[in-house]
């Protein structure tokens, strides 16, 4: 089960135990104002076992006033709209479309996140390409991230979206590792 609180510490904003895969949660959407210094907090908890488990726990922030439209033609790699990472992206996908995003990885060992808002999208496939244009990481159905893909090179990659029909919103982050001593 996962637990959004506000700064306080005590107030729900959302929650979930079921939205994610199998026994996982997601909690998208959450529209919280952000001023500097402003706290919010993650609860996550183990739904119905008291066993310890591993999770992975992706976030968010973005500012809802730069958000970016999906424009057509956007069917392939050649017409993709370009994107910038960590801002929401939203589109619709008519009958037997398919929309594709380009965003830069500055560097090769580079992690691609993919995450998405709660949609009723049944059948939606959402998928990241290489510089070449092929899957390399992919989600199909409702569930809520692509994440921790590991981009083997520079330069442009891709988000593709098909499948289904509707309304869609996501967010690619790409992070560098980041070297340290121990």
């Keep these: 089960t996962h637990f959004v609180l506000a700064q306080d510490g005590a107030t729900l904003l959302r929650s979930d135990d079921a939205l994610g895969t199998g026994v996982g949660s997601a909690v998208a959407g959450v529209a919280v104002p952000v001023n500097p210094g402003t706290t919010v907090y993650f609860d996550v908890q183990n739904f119905g076992t008291p066993d310890a488990m591993d999770y992975d726990l992706y976030t968010a922030v973005v500012d809802l006033g730069s958000t970016i439209f999906e424009t057509e033609p956007n069917d392939d790699i050649g017409s993709a709209d370009p994107i910038v990472t960590n801002r ?3 589109g619709v ?16 060992g580079s992690r691609i996140e993919v995450l998405f808002a709660p949609m009723v999208n049944a059948g939606l496939m959402v998928e990241i390409l290489d510089p070449m244009g092929n899957a390399v990481a992919t989600r199909e159905g409702e569930d809520r991230a692509i994440g921790a893909y590991t981009a083997l090179t520079e330069g442009t990659h891709f988000v593709r979206v098909r499948g289904g029909m509707g309304n869609y919103q996501f967010v690619t982050q790409v992070f560098q590792r980041t070297a340290f001593a121990v």
């Design 93 to 108: 996908l008519l009958s037997d479309d398919a929309d594709v995003f380009s965003f830069a990885v500055p560097a090769a």
């Design 88 to 90: 929401l992206v939203t």
